[in-house]
């Protein structure tokens, strides 16, 4: 056919992305690199007084908790604590009537529905406060 193979190799330029080298594996193995994916993580935080904190697309599960504790408390919460964490998935936190409840899967409407149904437990005036998708991304 071609009478060259192509290999790959990831390049850094402008984000990560799996580019051709043409002429690179000529004498063989031009084998086409399996998919990379990068989990992604997202957290809420919240304290009693009702100040909250979101963080999403965040690279581990550690700093998406801390940096959703950080807005709570720069918002002003002084007990912040983390009520949810998600990877790969969407985390939403509903709220109503001095109730909430926090929930994730693997679509916005599905959170979203579970998130309802828990605050409604408590509360008639609930809605979806917020709502965020952290899902791995491609990275070769």
Do not use: H
Request: glycine letters at 14%; hydrophobic letters at 35%; proline letters at 2%.
């Amino acid at each position: 056919m071609f009478g060259w193979l192509l290999s790959w190799r990831c390049s850094a330029r402008g984000g990560q992305i799996c580019v051709s080298i043409p002429g690179y594996g000529t004498s063989g193995g031009g084998e086409t690199p399996s998919e990379q994916w990068q989990s992604r993580w997202g957290a809420i935080a919240t304290d009693p007084s009702g100040k909250t904190g979101i963080a999403g697309n965040a690279l581990t599960k550690k700093a998406a908790e801390k940096a959703a504790v950080s807005q709570c408390q720069t918002k002003g919460g002084a007990d912040c604590k983390v009520k949810l964490s998600y990877r790969n998935a969407c985390g939403v936190l509903a709220w109503g009537g001095g109730f909430m409840a926090t929930a994730s899967a693997e679509t916005s409407s599905e959170a979203s529905e579970m998130a309802l149904k828990g605050c409604s437990k408590d509360s008639s005036e609930c809605e979806v406060f917020f709502s965020d998708c952290s899902y791995a991304q491609r990275v070769c």
